[in-house]
Nanobody
């Protein structure tokens, strides 16, 4: 059984930082993608960042503008999202997600992710 458990959300002031973590267990296969998505109030879910288990296929959404960085641990069992210069428009629930990756393909947001965490709330106050 695949499980993803996020942590690290909370409340910070405008301009502050947070580091989200996600522990992934039960994934089989040698290639998989890991990603962070978010859902802001009244908005559809959107992709934040992706990385694969080998540390490649790193991509950040356009709105990130250098403020967020995705990374992973050596084993590929944990994925992180360092968020700096947070803005009130970053408020939302942040989800960790994962899916198997076919050989020679990337981790684009548009391909559906199979496994999801429960989400962690990020609140940025002005």
């Amino acid at each position: 059984q695949v499980q993803l458990v996020e942590s690290g959300g909370g409340t910070v002031q405008d301009g502050g930082s947070l580091r989200l973590s996600c522990v992934i267990s039960g994934l089989s296969g040698s290639r998989y993608c890991m990603a962070w998505f978010r859902q802001r109030p009244g908005e559809e879910r959107e992709g934040v960042a992706t990385i694969d288990n080998e540390g490649w296929n790193i991509h950040h959404g356009d709105f990130v503008q250098g403020r967020f960085t995705i990374s992973k641990n050596t084993a590929g069992s944990e994925v992180y999202l360092q968020m700096n210069a947070l803005k009130t428009e970053d408020n939302g629930i942040y989800y960790c997600a994962a899916r198997p990756r076919e050989f020679a393909t990337d981790c684009r947001f548009s391909v559906q992710y199979t496994y999801w965490g429960q989400g962690t709330q990020v609140t940025v106050s002005s």
